[in-house]
């Protein structure tokens, strides 16, 4: 059964860190891209971050970009999140996903509150 977890978030103050983690099983973790997406109290599902199955192409949304880092640790079956200088416009539950064998899979989320 493929799986997806997500944990890591909480409450950060604005200009804070978190580490967001993505742990997987269930499939041959590293064949496959992983991508990072998030949704804002109210608003639609918007796409973060995305690594390649090897780790060697990564792109972010420029709302993010200079600020967050993707990475993966294929011999532990993780995907990292790395965010710095958050933002309250940041606060969202944030979410893994990944396209296995035409199937797309979600983690559950984890939450990210950015406040003072």
């Known amino acids: 059964e493929v799986q997806l977890v997500e944990s890591g978030g909480g409450l950060v103050q604005p200009g804070g860190s978190l580490r967001l983690s993505c742990a997987a099983s269930g499939f041959t973790f590293s064949s496959y891209a992983v991508n990072w997406v998030r949704q804002a109290p109210g608003k639609g599902l918007e796409w973060v971050s995305r690594?390649?199955?090897?780790?060697?192409?990564?792109s972010y949304a420029d709302s993010v970009k200079g600020r967050f880092t993707i990475s993966r640790d294929n011999a532990k079956n993780t995907v990292y999140l790395q965010m710095n200088s958050l933002k309250p416009e940041d606060t969202a539950v944030y979410y893994c996903?990944?396209?296995?064998?035409?199937?797309?899979?979600w983690g559950q989320g984890t939450q990210v509150t950015v406040s003072s």
């Open positions: 690594i390649s199955s090897s780790g060697g192409d990564t």
């Open positions: 996903k990944s396209f296995v064998v035409g199937n797309e899979y």
